[in-house]
């Protein structure tokens, strides 16, 4: 009998044991190679830091600029500018990501910042509407590393500590929307409003320079803590036969099943599979419906009131921007670890979309509120702007939750790329399609309000109409991503 017990405990106890080793096998995240991550979120911050710090005072801009006499037709331009660095952009992304492979993802992404830097600054020193045109196309032919940036971040995480990673990661975008605004809305007009600190002739002249500069000082000290920090994280690119190991093992602890070696696959197979074909149709509207957001918004809170807008000043619309900020990176902290680790992402990625139509339909209950509080030419009062900003804080609500779609967005290219070799690709992509919609949503959304204004279409809110109706059609398309309409890549 004793024989029996021991013979049972023998067979049963290493099996119990190595069950429980396996579990935990499974659960524990891969450690995250903090010093090289840290470095890669410094780098992100960047592009929409650059890209943001212009809103609050871009309208100033090209009035100061004279482009135009009739003040309704700033929008116009002011949509044109923004338009045109992500137009540029456009035709560089895909280029960047196939150089990526071949040099390496550090060398692209540092080339790329050392020269948002240079041309950040000639921006701020234009004097004419082709100068601020020139350098904003050059910015945009320069700086399309983002496919670089992202596949860098693939390549370091994986499916155990992507719940921690991605978060993190996703809060460089909200917290660049936060710096950003408030550094342009801030020292726009920097020697009138400080004399004492930056009362120069350069900034006299260029009252628009010195809030590049600043974004620019905040650009190089990204290019330092990349250059010392970030290594290089493609597998062809790396130095050492442990670095090409340690890349497969990230990716099998991935997928669970070891990938041999493969060849990247070109644009017209990647577009083949339904996976692809999805999410590049999904991020297209996605990308559109959010950019035009924040440019309406601005237009929104530039425009007079009785024109249907708020009539906010440059520092009132960094302000917002701000807030919106602040609520993405709460969101980010707070929210996204614990839906990343109990909800599909596919899912989530749905209900997410399904919430931009309510962002645009809440806009024109701001209007109203603040046209019951007009006094004369005395402006708003204090509990009408007390009501406006908690107005806007919701609707900033509804719109940032809506947003997250974006890093749910990353998780699913890069669980649904069909290789790790074509894992920049699948990126470059994806991001060419999001940033075809960022480069004329600008203008688009800039032109439909002005329209709808000028014109007093549905007493100003056509661009109202237009864009919910767009947001309906987003949502119902985001749901070719989910698995049972078949679009995981098998």
Known sequence: MASSDATVHNETCPLLHHSHVEAQTVVLPTP???????AL????????????????????????????????RIGFYSGLVESIFAICQLCSIYPWAKISDVIGRRTVILAGLLSTVVVTLAFGLSKSLEMVLITRCLGGLLSGTVAAVLSALG??????NQAYAIPIF???????????????????HGASKYPHLFGYTIFEENPYFLPCLISSLVTFIGV?????????????????????????????????????EQKPMSVKDLMALPAMCALVTSGFVLSFISTAFDVIFVLFCFSSIESGGLGFSASQIGYCLAISGFIAVGLQIC??????????SARLYVFCMGLWPFGYLCLPFLNAIARGGLVGDNGLDASTMGVLWIGIAFIYLVVRVSTLAYSLHLILVKERSPSPASLSQSHGVVQFAMCSARAFAPF????????????????????VIVMVIISVFASVSSRNVLPDRKTNVI
């Open 335 to 344: 929210l996204m670890p614990y839906l990343l680790r109990w909800f599909d």
């Open 224 to 260: 330092l803590l990349g250059f010392i920090f970030l290594e290089e994280t493609h597998p062809d690119a790396r130095q050492g036969r442990d670095g090409k190991c340690n890349s497969m093992k990230s990716h099998r602890v991935a997928d669970d099943i070891p990938v041999p």
């Open 32 to 38: 995250l190679p903090k010093g090289q991550f840290a």
């Open 41 to 72: 979120c410094a780098v992100r911050l960047v592009d929409p830091l650059t890209f943001t710090q212009l809103f609050p005072y871009v309208n100033d801009f090209m009035s100061d600029l004279h482009v135009t006499d009739d003040p309704s």
């Open 155 to 160: 390549e370091m995480t994986d499916s155990t």
């Open 444 to 463: 688009l959304a800039s032109s439909l309000f002005a329209v709808s204004i000028d014109n007093d279409i549905l007493g100003g809110y056509l661009w």
């Open 170 to 188: 996703g809060l460089m975008w909200p917290f660049g929307a936060i710096v950003g605004p408030l550094i342009g809305g801030t020292f726009s």
